[in-house]
């Protein structure tokens, strides 16, 4: 059974940094994207960003400028980087890793995964 595992949540004080991975534990012949969302309790869970197969990125204008993801292909880690965090990044943070359609070898059919949920707490 395939899954992804997140870490390196916390509690934060504003203006410090952060960084979410999210690695892969499965076997997988398909093109995929990383994406990476968050949820509040106030907040229904908002897009934050991704990158996809060609290595494009892509974000929410809530975090453009301060956030950034990456991927490492041959520890099949999604990365999320967050700079000068303030409380409203406050909330349940989860990875996505979307198989893409078409794209998978020997006619497997594509998959979605999602992390646990990580939560990022940040103090004024």
């Known amino acids: 059974q395939a899954d992804l595992v997140e870490s390196g949540g916390g509690s934060f004080q504003a203006g410090e940094s952060a960084r979410l991975s999210c690695v892969f534990h499965?076997?997988?012949?398909?093109?995929?994207?990383w994406n990476w969302y968050r949820q509040s309790p106030a907040k229904q869970r908002e897009f934050i960003g991704s990158i996809a197969t060609n290595g494009r990125t892509t974000y929410a204008d809530s975090v453009k400028g301060r956030f950034s993801v990456s991927k490492d292909n041959m520890k099949d880690t999604g990365y999320l980087q967050m700079n000068r965090l303030n409380a409203d990044d406050t909330a349940l943070y989860y990875c996505h890793r979307a198989e893409i359609a078409g794209s998978c070898l020997n006619g497997m059919a594509e998959a979605d995964y999602w992390g646990q949920g990580i939560q990022v707490t940040v103090s004024p």
């Open positions: 499965g076997y997988s012949v398909c093109n995929y994207d």
